[in-house]
T-cell receptor
């Protein structure tokens, strides 16, 4: 059973640009959550998508957005990049069972903004 | 709001010795608690969870965690540390407030000294 696939693994962007990250969850999983990981802040929750609908959202500015497709693949977009957006972005999939909540994480996309 | 704290940024343990990585939590209602491990350049891997039942939870790679309701703690333990256990460990709690999501602690870096 394939794991969670995130592409690309590494990205370098310039301040002001926009970027799109992709996440393919485990087959059959309908929930995809995104986290931002930085050394100072740890893991910060961005948002969760379930069956193509945003189910939860963290405290990030509107520059951060996402969507989920009918095949459960999810994309995350960051517009007008800032230096502080440099981070490891992790995607986590689950079967959406809120009682037995377990995540499977991808290896992440490391974004560097210069 | 729910929260989780890992009071130690780093823990050093000699190989073969028992290890403990500390975690305390704050929740309203019954806690759903998790431990994850992150190896370099990888995503997080699920170790174990506590939802209900026995206070001692057994997980992957010989790890276990002890749930203590009176002390609001969920410390991760292993009887005999291996050098390969060196990694970043995250404690997490499910926040079932307005937005149902998992909140992570800032992480504890575990160094096992040969």
């Amino acid at each position: 059973k394939a794991g969670v696939t995130q592409t690309p693994r590494y990205l370098i962007k310039t301040r002001g640009q926009q970027v799109t990250l992709s996440c393919s969850p485990i087959s059959g999983h309908r929930s995809v959550s995104w986290y931002q990981q930085t050394p100072g802040q740890g893991l910060q929750f961005l948002f969760e998508y379930f069956s193509e609908t945003q189910r939860n959202k963290g405290n990030f500015p509107g520059r951060f957005s996402g969507r989920q497709f009918s095949n459960s693949r999810s994309e995350m977009n960051v517009s007008t990049l800032e230096l502080g957006d440099s981070a490891l972005y992790l995607c986590a999939s689950s079967d959406g069972d809120r009682i037995n909540y377990g995540y499977t994480f991808g290896s992440g996309t490391r974004l560097t903004v210069v | 709001a729910q929260s989780v704290a890992q009071p130690e940024d780093q823990v050093n343990v000699a190989e073969g010795n028992p290890l403990t990585v500390k975690c305390t939590y704050s929740v309203s209602g019954n806690p759903y608690l998790f431990w994850y491990v992150q190896y370099p350049n990888r995503g997080l891997q699920f170790l174990l969870k506590y939802i209900t039942g026995d206070n001692l939870v057994k997980g992957s790679y010989g790890f276990e965690a002890e749930f203590n309701k009176s002390q609001t703690s969920f410390h991760l333990k292993k009887p005999s540390a291996l050098v390969s256990d060196s990694a970043l460990y995250f404690c997490a709690v499910r926040d079932m407030g307005r937005d149902d999501k998992i909140i992570f602690g800032k992480g504890t870096r575990l160094h096992i000294l040969p």
